[in-house]
């Protein structure tokens, strides 16, 4: 994909990214759970006080592995390539690694703060996500 400067024409619909969060959701909680188990059978018998907060840092650190992975080979994960969506720049160039970095603790507060960077969408003027604004990404409409 060429780099273009992404106006309110290429940017993906709400629905679609909603529907493509979903299905995210879904494919993570996977992707959590099986290493979940495996992370389980080695801190068995770790200390509940030590083996809660490694937990949760693990997955936490799981979870931003694999969605900065996707964003900076491609732009998308397979949920946005089922929904023909890509994540870019403002500018429309590909995410580098401190975008992406960038975007997923700032999706990651705003999913702690009951999904407030979500809910910014329905009141936002380009119906943005709040992270998406606040780290200069977009989510545009996938014409490949």
């Known amino acids: ?3 273009r400067s992404v106006t309110g024409d290429g940017l993906a619909h ?18 959590l759970l099986a290493s979940g188990i495996a992370f ?8 509940p006080v030590l083996a809660r ?16 992975w996707q964003w ?11 929904w023909r969506i890509r994540l870019v720049t403002a500018t429309g160039e590909p995410l580098a ?12 507060a705003g999913t702690l703060l009951l999904g407030t960077g979500v809910i910014w969408a329905f009141f936002d003027r380009d119906r943005q996500f709040l992270h998406d604004r606040l780290a200069g990404t977009r989510i545009v409409k996938d014409e490949g």
Do not use: D, N
């Open 14 to 31: 709400l629905g679609r990214r909603l529907l493509s969060l979903v299905y995210e959701a879904l494919i993570l909680a996977a992707v």
């Open 40 to 47: 389980m059978a080695f801190a068995g018998r770790m200390e």
């Open 1 to 3: 994909m060429t780099p």
């Open 72 to 82: 900076c080979h491609g732009g998308q994960t397979l949920p946005m390539k089922t």
């Open 97 to 108: 690694l401190r975008h992406a970095v960038y975007r997923f603790v700032l999706a990651a």
């Open 53 to 68: 907060p490694l937990f949760q840092l693990f997955l936490l650190l799981l979870a931003g592995t694999y969605f900065v």
